[in-house]
């Protein structure tokens, strides 16, 4: 059993249901942050997006993508490994990213991307985040991967009390909101962090959120 604390054991349903219904009012066009066209585009995309902006992210696959179809498997490894640094350098940890990404690119050779969350995660480079990202964004299913803003808002907010480990975000987030809500609370989530409930300088008196919002340092 997951060890929550009393606060989150104690949290009634009421409160839950005011935090969704005030962000899906707050964000009613979900739009997915990466740019892409097929899932693979979208897998090569949240690969590149780790320890670095989608706003980035989106700059760099419009150069490393076709511009007239969808990228393919064959079109990066046509780039060979040298090239493909060179273009998503801009990303951060180009070696690290470009090995994952080509180790990705040949599994899925003449394949498609699956779905399912085992096989995804067999992929080189491809982790649980990255993995339901794709699931939820491109497949439509029912999956809450946790990024630093979700990880933060969650935390300030008081849905969870899980330090700094995202894992047990996840997991806490799971254990007490039903599945049908994981995939848009987790687009609704990354986009309240990046609108008001930000890393510094948060936007508290202009937040929707502030009357249930738990946190001890939000402000006045």
Known sequence: MLNLNRALLTMNKNKILKILSILKKEFPDLQVPLRHRNAFELLIAVILSAQCTDKRVNQVTLKLFPQNRACTPKDIISLGENSLKKIIYPCGYYNTKSKAIIGTTRALLGKEVPENFEDLIKLPGVGPKTAQVVQAQWFGKD??????????????????????????????????????????????????????????????????????????????
């Open 143 to 220: 999956a809450f991967p946790v990024d630093t803003h979700i990880h933060r808002v969650c935390n300030r907010i008081g849905l969870v009390n899980s330090g700094k480990n995202r894992r047990k975000t996840e997991k806490q987030i799971k254990t007490f909101i039903p599945k049908k809500y994981w995939s848009n609370l987790h687009l609704q989530l990354i986009y309240h962090g990046r609108k008001t409930c930000t890393a510094y300088k948060p936007k508290c008196k202009n937040c929707p959120l502030y009357d249930l919002c738990e946190w001890k340092d939000k402000k006045i």
